[in-house]
């Protein structure tokens, strides 16, 4: 079970780049990198997958290195909609646990 | 975008009174979770099951029960409710073991 660990909170301001790190040493072969993005009162909501090199969408991009130790969620040009708890998972994982996440606050 | 609905959305009850939350997805998924979230706290998982008939435990210990007759039904009840169950409870869904979970809007549960 590939454990992650990512930073319990982040701030930054309205239309910087944010990037979200997180480590997964442990991660297995056929593990896919996973992330969510979680609302006050709301579930999570799917962002972006990746397995390797560099995934994109309307949304963010995810950075995963050669070695798949770590991951780098990005988020080009924030606002402060995008204020939420953010969750970084290693799949397939038959018990999906998602962690305390990152907190991020967009600051005007 | 995924069809997956709880119902109902926000329920009050007493203590002692028996209750099922309803979880529903039209798209034919096999793995489905219950996860219980408080205010501003980490999900944990409850309860999840790899399809018809089978359902296991999760990380959290819940006095909670669960069913899987139905591929697209996945029912949680409380046999007794206490104020302790008063929480958000939130059911998802997905195709594969690889593939994204899909979140209903959840049940925020009171207890009183």
């Known amino acids: 079970l590939a454990k992650t660990t990512q930073p319990i909170s982040m701030d930054s301001y309205e239309g910087q780049e944010v990037n979200i790190t997180c480590s997964h040493n442990?991660?297995?072969?056929?593990?896919?990198i996973t992330w969510y993005q979680q609302f006050p009162s709301q579930g999570p909501r799917f962002i972006i997958q990746g397995y390797k090199t560099k995934v994109t969408n309307e949304v963010a991009s995810l950075f995963i290195p050669a070695d798949r130790k770590s991951s780098t969620l990005s988020l080009p040009r924030v606002s402060l909609s995008d204020t939420a708890v953010y969750y970084c998972l290693a799949l397939p994982n038959d018990k999906i646990i998602f962690g305390k996440g990152t907190r991020l606050h967009i600051l005007p | 975008e995924a069809d997956i609905y709880q119902t109902p959305r926000y329920l009050v009850i007493g203590t002692g009174k028996k209750i099922t939350l309803e979880c529903s997805q039209t798209m034919g998924h096999d793995k489905m979770y219950w996860y219980q979230q408080d205010p501003g706290m980490e999900l944990h998982l409850i309860h999840y099951?790899?399809?018809?008939?089978?359902?296991e435990k999760g990380d959290l210990s819940s006095e909670s029960t669960v069913s899987r007759i139905r591929t697209e039904h996945f029912p949680l009840t409380l046999e007794s409710a206490r104020p302790s169950h008063t929480s958000q409870y939130l059911c998802a869904s997905s195709e594969s073991r690889n593939s994204p979970l899909h979140f209903g809007n959840g049940t925020r549960l009171t207890v009183t």
């Open positions: 442990n991660i297995a072969t056929n593990d896919y």
């Open positions: 099951s790899y399809g018809v008939n089978s359902t």
